[in-house]
């Protein structure tokens, strides 16, 4: 099916630096190709497919919503939305969503929500800081919040109102602030800069900043967020400290489109009836898709062995770091968000893996993201540690 990629190129808008391989089906974490080649999947098409592929009771879910109703129009209510709001906020510090169906998306909303907040209380509480290296999506004021100006490029001018401070330097987010911040927005581990974590310390302090100036403490938990870290949310590594909103999607509907940001019970009146919309928004499709895979989630024992894997996992790796100290410089992440920074360019590395039937993506110049689906099995996760260890023999 050569021709699938001709056609690509002929049609699609030539945006993206694709990888040479059509994929056709998948199932449990592989991927098949349109010539029947076999992939061990270990970035979950960006942190999105957290079941992996041809998830039974996914299908049979979405199989029962389909002939039923895709779309109303949030003229109405619909069963899906309502009871995914529901899971959302009983299992989080939150009290209220918002639907929309993307990360992007999400980010814009929980800005709009920011500046609203802020002009609430000051004409002038309308900036924003965020953080260098950050990643916060691709709309114009989703991109102006990320802090990189390699993205920005060709596309300016920016939104203005933001302001960039430098990831765990607690000294220099203390300078940034002041009266006229309505909102310090962060991924809490970085995922596109590399899988870099903020320390505690760090997060203690912004949330203290916060409080001083009325300003909300945003998390980007569209990475981070549904289960990725071991945890439902990735906040809640970090207590007490809580953020007052976060943004969420990538994961969440288990490969389906769907983004959402959901706030704390102090800010639900900060938007009211005709401020914010999205036709798609709490689409029953996605919806019901997103409901079975926190169902799936909220079982007993889903997180610990998560972790347990995980677990097995880092220390695999860092067998291999230890064996390979030129090649691998750190291991860095958590639950099934880990980054591991080489000492060559992240896509040789990745073309080797592809080239041995592993698909995995890079995060910043020298990190390869390993986000495999969150069901991934030991054995699964060994065949991924045995081909990086070839390569690397190779390679050295
Ligand atoms: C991927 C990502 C986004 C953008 O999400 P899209 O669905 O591609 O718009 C925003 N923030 C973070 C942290 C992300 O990883």
Redesign the pocket.
């Known amino acids: 099916m050569d021709d699938i990629k001709d056609l690509t190129k002929k049609y699609i808008l030539n945006t993206y630096n694709r990888f040479d391989l059509v994929f056709e089906k998948g199932d449990g974490v592989w991927l098949f190709t349109d010539k029947e080649e076999k992939f061990l999947d270990m970035a979950s098409g960006?942190?999105v497919s957290a079941l992996g592929y041809n998830n039974k009771r996914l299908i049979n879910s979405l199989s029962a919503q389909l002939p039923k109703l895709l779309h109303t129009s949030n003229y109405f209510y619909n069963i899906p939305s309502a009871k995914l709001a529901e899971k959302l906020i009983e299992n989080t510090t939150f009290s209220k969503v918002f639907f929309c169906?993307?990360?992007?998306?999400?980010?814009e909303g929980a800005i709009k929500f920011a500046r609203k907040y802020g002009h609430s209380i000051s004409e002038k509480k309308y900036n924003i800081i965020t953080l260098k290296d950050?990643?916060?999506?691709?709309?114009i004021t989703?991109l102006s919040a990320?802090g990189q100006t390699k993205y920005q490029k060709g596309f300016e001018p920016m939104t203005p109102g933001f302001d960039y401070a430098t990831p765990n330097d607690i000294k220099d987010l203390e300078d940034k602030f002041n009266d006229t911040i309505a909102a310090l927005i962060v991924?809490p581990i970085?995922?596109?800069a590399g899988v870099i974590p903020l320390n505690k310390d760090f997060l203690k302090r912004a949330r203290e900043l916060c409080d001083k100036y009325n300003s909300l403490l945003i998390y980007?938990?569209?990475?981070?967020g549904v289960g990725r870290t071991g945890k439902l949310f990735a906040y809640q590594h970090f207590l007490p400290i809580e953020p007052d909103a976060i943004?969420v999607?990538?994961g969440l509907a288990a490969g389906l489109?769907i983004?959402c940001f959901m706030v704390k019970d102090k800010y639900k009146n900060v938007l009211v009836p005709g401020e914010h919309a999205s036709t798609f928004g709490g689409n029953p499709l996605s919806a019901t898709a997103a409901l079975t895979e926190l169902d799936i989630m909220l079982t007993e024992g889903f997180f610990e062995q998560l972790l347990e894997k995980s677990q097995f996992f880092i220390e695999e790796l860092s067998k291999l770091k230890e064996k390979f100290p030129k090649m691998i410089l750190d291991i860095r992440g958590i639950g099934f968000l880990i980054g591991v920074e080489f000492s060559k360019p992240a896509r040789e590395i990745i073309s080797h893996l592809i080239n041995n039937n592993v698909i995995a993506i890079p995060a910043g110049d020298n990190t390869i993201r390993f986000i495999p689906p969150l069901v991934i099995k030991g054995a699964e996760l060994k065949i991924a540690i045995n081909t990086l260890e070839k390569i690397l023999q190779e390679i050295t």
Request: proline content about 3%; charged content about 25%; overall charge negative.
């Open positions: 960006i942190a169906n993307s990360g992007a998306e999400a980010n950050s990643f916060h999506g691709r709309t989703a990320t991924e970085q995922g596109e980007d938990e569209v990475q981070t943004t999607a990538k489109p983004g």
